[in-house]
């Protein structure tokens, strides 16, 4: 599957522009953790791109729904897999193995919050954001308080990386596409 069929089958599906946001999001992110495993960068950028192909339409069937999409639309396994084990232990019991599958489960949740800590910044912008404040804002517990802080530390024992270094790739990860996913801000 290349990017242009994943952009498709994604707007068909979602009609929400904050989970199309958060769809980019996860895919810049997702191509930028590739190169640093040096694997393919368009495999991971499309399951980024996929994770939450389900959840617009289908919010309780998340996880779930995608594998009936995907398969109907002869989509590979190893997608479909790796779309599913992100919500490993919330609503699927499919564990993340793969390199791609453990990235994806650990820095979903982190772009989320991310956006959120770079939105309260003056400039609205994710390209002066520093891994300092967003550890402040990681930490306070009332702060973005839908996301699973747990998964994201779960997910970055997976790939054995420190939490401060997850956290600084997936900022970077996102700096890249900053103005697609509307946090450009005012610099």
Known sequence: MNREE????????????????????????????????????????VVGLLHDLDYDMYPDEHCLKSREIMEERGIAEEYIRAV??????????????SNMEKVLYTIDEL???????????????????????????????????????EVIEDGAKMINMPLEEVIKHTILGMRYIAEEIGLKGNL
């Open 6 to 45: 994943a952009w498709s089958l994604l707007n068909e599906y979602n009609k929400s522009e904050q989970l199309i946001k958060h769809a980019l999001s996860v895919e810049g992110v997702m191509r930028y953790f590739s190169k640093l495993y040096n694997e393919d960068e368009e495999k991971w950028g």
């Open 84 to 97: 599913q084990s992100h919500g490993y232990g919330l609503v699927v019991d499919i564990k993340p193995e």
């Open 111 to 149: 772009t989320g919050l991310i956006s959120a800590a770079a939105i309260m910044r003056p400039s609205k912008s994710i390209l002066d954001l520093e891994l300092k404040s967003v550890k402040k804002k990681y930490n306070s517990k009332g702060f973005a308080a839908g996301v699973n802080r």
